[in-house]
């Protein structure tokens, strides 16, 4: 219940501080707010309950495998377990804000996970509760390549809610339609300035910037930021005309099947490519981003 409090505590603040200092001036209730009041509740709630009942048969079957090749103690080595809740919570906050930018790398140049994560890019409105439009299954995707790194640091239960109540803090933060300058933490901090520009228009300006999740730090050490003094006309992506509107539409449409109850044009650029789940197209690309952040 903890977490709840915190995540209707920020989403009050946030509605506040857009009235206060918008970036652009729009309504609370203005168009598509149905569909991310619907994420706000069932990713918000419902996801978290439905991957945690999930996980744990699998995890059992994990452990069972674990042991059956000694592996186990490995796995589980808890490497911080013993460190304070402050160390394990600075550790986890950089170590896991990585990873998690990696992923979101990788969201943007695979075309299969581009498809899913394309649910979070069809913002045409930005405000606070964007942040919480994702398909579920980049939640999956997010925590089962994250899973493995808790196990071998194991971090304390305490840290980790900690972690999920700084991360929705400042995922509110960098998706809100705030005018806000926050000086030199933009090296570090990710923030509404640009994380706007990680959701533009391909004629706004290069895309495959801005992957940053909480920190902004990895964009610039890697070559990935891009800031203009001024904010993007148009957000999306191209195509997005023909993007289904609701959530349940949406939902389905990273899925298989989807072309089979859909009409979209399947011709679109390369950001936009169609499903392809071939392994060796995943090998490749992963490859082609090793080398580039190396």
């Known amino acids: 219940m903890t977490f709840i409090y915190w995540l209707f505590g920020f989403s009050i603040f946030f509605v506040i501080a857009e009235r206060l200092s918008p970036r652009h001036q729009q309504k609370i209730f203005r168009k598509g707010i149905l569909t991310d009041l619907f994420y706000f509740v069932f990713n918000g709630h419902f996801v978290g309950w439905g991957l945690a009942i999930v996980a744990v048969p699998i995890i059992s079957e994990l452990n069972i495998f674990l042991q059956s090749i000694g ?13 304070s809740i402050w160390f394990q919570f600075i550790t986890a906050f950089f170590l896991i804000d990585f ?18 994560h394309k649910v979070h890019h069809s913002i045409k409105i930005m405000d606070w509760i964007g942040s919480l439009r994702f398909h579920w299954l980049e939640a999956l995707l997010y925590k089962s390549i994250s899973y493995p790194l808790l196990s071998f640091f194991g971090f304390n239960i305490e840290v980790l809610l900690l972690l999920a109540i700084v991360n929705t803090g400042i995922g509110h933060f960098n998706h809100a339609n705030l005018q806000i300058n926050i000086g030199y933490l933009k090296y570090f901090i990710n923030n509404p300035t640009m994380h706007i520009w990680h959701h533009h228009r391909t004629q706004e300006g290069p895309l495959l910037c801005n992957f940053g999740v909480n920190l902004s730090l990895w964009d610039w050490l890697f070559g990935t930021a891009y800031l203009p003094d001024y904010p993007p006309r148009l957000i ?19 899925l298989p099947f989807w072309k089979y109850f859909s009409h979209t044009n399947s011709n679109t650029s390369a950001n936009e490519s169609n499903i392809t789940f071939s392994g060796v197209s995943l090998i490749i690309n992963f490859y082609k981003f090793t080398r580039y952040i190396l």
């Open 236 to 254: 999306g992506f191209d195509g997005i005309e023909s993007y289904p509107n609701t959530a349940l539409s949406q939902i389905l449409y990273p």
């Open 99 to 116: 990873l998690h930018w990696c992923i979101h790398n990788l969201l943007h140049r695979i075309s299969w996970l581009w498809n899913i």
């Open 71 to 83: 592996l186990n103690n490995t796995f589980y080595s808890g490497v911080v377990a013993s460190h």
